[in-house]
């Protein structure tokens, strides 16, 4: 079975830092593009970090994504918190030579102290 499943989001004081991790089964992510949205009540989902099948990682501001390509997972590392980070994350895969996307169910991220 196709599956991608978030974990690591929760209650986190500002400042901190936070690691989501997003586990895929049944398809091996390393071949994928990969990318992180995050959906906040009121507002549009938004693009937070985006890495190509070819990259290991990219940092973009606060924001870091990763592979790990031995567990078979992508990472996204949230750096100095803020309370506008507050959001549902949900990361996203999409086979670069078109055979389609795949999209876990999110992992809620609430920052307040």
């Known amino acids: 079975q196709v599956q991608l499943v978030e974990s690591g989001g929760g209650l986190v004081q500002p400042g901190r830092s936070l690691r989501l991790s997003c586990a895929a089964s049944g398809f091996t992510l390393s071949s994928y593009a990969m990318r992180w949205y995050r959906h906040a009540p009121g507002k549009e989902r938004e693009l937070v970090a985006a890495i190509s099948a070819a990259y290991a990682a990219s940092v973009k501001g606060r924001f870091t994504i990763s592979r790990d390509n031995a567990k078979n997972t992508v990472n996204l590392q949230i750096d100095s918190l803020k309370p506008e980070d507050t959001a549902v994350y949900y990361c996203?895969?999409?086979?670069?030579?078109?055979?389609?996307?795949?999209w876990g169910q999110g992992t809620q991220v609430t920052v307040s102290s």
């Open positions: 996203n895969a999409i086979d670069p030579l078109g055979g389609g996307e795949y």
